[in-house]
């Protein structure tokens, strides 16, 4: 059971939109539309972002979306802010199991 | 509204058995599941297992035959315990909810270190 795959950094300016890329498999990501996305910020526990590939808990900002295509869930980030600046995590959930991303660094430039 | 602590010894010998307790408040643990997630310094999360309330469970298989999770719904409480433990093994513990198929509820974490 091998870790989804993230870039391990993503870089923007205040402003604009980055992406986030989440590969795995036919068996995890493509085989299920039970993808969500956290941030966390250093010394703190994670935050639920996404889930179900792209849907947004209360209180997180429409500047967050998510969406799927095959084997690969993206994580968009609009308008990025200086608060954005954090690691994040895909994570793919199945019948048995779960599966994190190996985890990507966004800087705000 | 709903809460999540962990709680257990910060520093466990070699060899020995790493035991942690996840307690929830402000809302019951019935009904969820309910999962513990770790993270060795630096590097990124590694999802343990899960538990339904009904004592059900699912285990990452790298860490199956080491890895046994409990639920307590009297206590509102479930627990970990990780035998055999290594270096390998220090890490921050989180405990989570899930819901709708994603973590939506963390604990704080706590740090486990693995040494003589």
């Known amino acids: 059971q091998s870790a989804l795959t993230q870039p391990a950094s993503v870089s923007g300016s205040p402003g604009q939109s980055i992406t986030i890329s989440c590969t795995g498999t036919?068996?995890?990501?493509?085989?299920?539309?039970?993808v969500s996305w956290y941030q966390q910020h250093p010394g703190k526990a994670p935050k639920l972002m996404i889930y179900?590939?792209?849907n947004r808990p209360s209180g997180v900002s429409n500047r967050f979306s998510g969406s799927k295509s095959g084997n690969t869930a993206s994580l968009t980030i609009s308008g990025l802010q200086a608060e954005d600046e954090a690691d994040y995590y895909c994570?793919?959930?199945?019948?048995?199991?779960?599966?994190f991303g190996t985890g990507t660094k966004v800087t705000v430039l | 509204q709903v809460q999540l602590q962990e709680s257990g010894p910060g520093l466990v010998k070699p060899s020995e058995t790493l035991s942690l307790t996840c307690t929830v408040s402000g809302g019951s643990i019935s009904s969820y599941y309910w999962s513990w997630i770790r993270q060795p310094a630096g590097k990124g999360l590694e999802w343990i297992g899960r538990?339904?309330?009904?004592?059900?469970?699912n285990y990452n298989p790298s860490l199956k035959s080491r890895v046994t999770m409990s639920v307590d719904t009297s206590k509102n409480q479930f627990s970990l315990k990780l035998s055999s433990v290594t270096a390998a093994d220090t890490a921050v513990y989180y405990c989570?909810?899930?819901?709708?198929?994603?973590?939506?509820?963390w604990g704080q974490g706590t740090m486990v270190t693995v040494s003589s």
């Open positions: 994570s793919s959930y199945t019948s048995s199991s779960s599966l």
């Open positions: 538990i339904y309330t009904s004592g059900s469970t």
């Open positions: 989570a909810r899930i819901f709708y198929r994603a973590f939506d509820i």
């Open positions: 036919s068996s995890d990501v493509g085989g299920y539309n039970y």
């Open positions: 179900d590939v792209s």
